[in-house]
């Protein structure tokens, strides 16, 4: 747990809550919770969950949620490279605060 602008590294199952600005790194399967602003990085797996602004990266199977204006970034394996798929919340029917995972074909869907 960190405090505002805390700067926080984790390993695997780390779990995580950082403060107003904080910039977090999680290993796999990390659940991580940051303020608005925050700057979060998850591995594979990794549940997270970001405020207003915050800029969000997740491995393989990482579900994100973020609010007003985060921007999420799914990554995955295309069996030759990697690939990134970039979320805007607020565009293209993305809403803040619901959790997000990328499904089979690499499109952003809700998770019930």
């Known amino acids: 747990t960190g405090g505002d602008s805390a700067k926080m590294t984790g390993g695997n199952s780390a779990k995580m809550t ?3 600005s904080a910039k ?3 290993g796999d399967s990390a659940t991580m919770t940051g303020g608005y602003y925050a700057k979060m990085t ?5 549940t997270m969950t970001g405020g ?3 800029k969000m990266t997740g491995g393989y199977s990482a579900t994100m ?5 985060a921007v999420l970034q799914f990554s995955y394996w ?3 490279r990697q690939r990134v798929v970039i ?3 607020g565009e293209d029917g993305i809403k803040a605060n619901v959790p997000y995972k990328l ?3 690499h499109k952003p869907v809700e998770v019930k």
């Open 78 to 80: 295309d069996g030759e």
């Open 87 to 89: 979320v805007y919340v």
């Open 18 to 20: 950082g403060g107003y």
């Open 103 to 105: 499904d089979e074909n």
């Open 52 to 54: 207003d602004y915050a």
């Open 42 to 46: 998850g591995g594979n797996s990794a």
């Open 24 to 26: 977090m790194t999680g």
């Open 65 to 69: 949620t973020g609010g007003n204006y």
